[in-house]
């Protein structure tokens, strides 16, 4: 699998699509939403430039943070 390609997940509910997009390499993984009337490549592609953007941010890499006011153990 090359470094661009990500799993893509997109659920319709009325007028828009949700899509979360997963780097299976990274395990960072975004979700946002577009019109019913987007194309696949367009969707495609606002995927891949989200999970670069977060990956630049240094985005968790599939860990999900503590919520807040909740203790770890260590």
Do not use: N, W
């Amino acid at each position: 699998m090359s470094s661009d390609q990500a799993i893509i997940e997109t659920r319709s509910f009325g007028r828009i699509i949700r899509v979360t997009a997963i780097d299976p390499q990274t395990l960072v993984e975004v979700t946002f939403q577009v019109p019913h009337t987007c194309a696949r490549f367009e969707i495609e592609r606002l995927a891949q430039a989200k999970l670069d953007y977060v990956r630049r941010k240094g985005g968790t890499g599939g860990q999900s943070p503590v919520p807040v006011g909740r203790k770890t153990t260590s």
